[in-house]
Each structure stands twice: as C-alpha cells, then as structure tokens.
C-alpha cells in the first residue's frame, strides 16, 4: 500500500502561481509513473503531467508552457508548479502513483482560481 498527500493548494487569483506537492509513503524511485490530474466541477478527471522514472514528462497539451512537473527522490515527493492561472484552472488536483501494476491516489487539493 502507498498513501499519497497532496498539499499547496488554495486560493490564488488569476495570473498568480501555486506549488502542488505530493509525498509519498513509499520511494519514488521504484515507481513506474506518478502524475498529476484535476478534476474541475462537474467534468471528468483529466490529466495534467506525468513524470517517468527516468525523469521523462508529459504534459497535457493545453498545458505546456504554463505547468511543470518535476521531482525530488530524497523527499519522495513530486510537484506541479503552476504559474499564469487561470480560472479554468480551478478544480481538485490528485497525485497518482504506479507501482508495478498498482494504482494509488492521493486526496486531492483544492485549487481556485478567482478573475
């Protein structure tokens, strides 16, 4: 079992930047895949960006540029830096794992763009 906490969210106005972390309970080395997805109200979870163990990421095309995933091995922690926000920005924001076969999703934070 891997537990996943995502923390930074909030409230943040429209141009502004917010940090995501998530910290897991087991070393990200060892896993296959984490990424980051929203889900914003009333649409379906999408993904954000995925980071790869060797490093690699992925970006949901309309949000290059503007996002970036990244890592810290030591901390077992990943992170989305989010910056230039817009309100439809505004959703719940989950941490996924993958671990050989296994899925895992952190609780989400909560991030509101106001205009």
């Known amino acids: 079992q891997v537990h996943l906490v995502e923390s930074g969210g909030g409230l943040v106005q429209a141009g502004g930047s917010l940090r995501l972390s998530c910290a897991a309970s087991?070393?990200?080395?060892?896993?296959?895949?984490m990424a980051w997805y929203r889900q914003a109200p009333g649409k379906e979870r999408e993904l954000v960006a995925g980071i790869g163990s060797s490093g690699a990421t992925s970006y949901a095309n309309s949000l290059k540029g503007r996002f970036t995933i990244s890592r810290e091995d030591a901390r077992n922690t990943i992170y989305l830096q989010m910056n230039s926000l817009k309100p439809e920005d505004t959703g719940v924001y989950y941490c996924?794992?993958?671990?050989?076969?296994?899925?895992?999703w952190g609780q989400g934070t909560q991030v509101t763009v106001s205009s």
């Open positions: 996924r794992a993958y671990y050989s076969g296994s899925v895992y």
């Open positions: 087991r070393s990200i080395i060892t896993a296959n895949l």
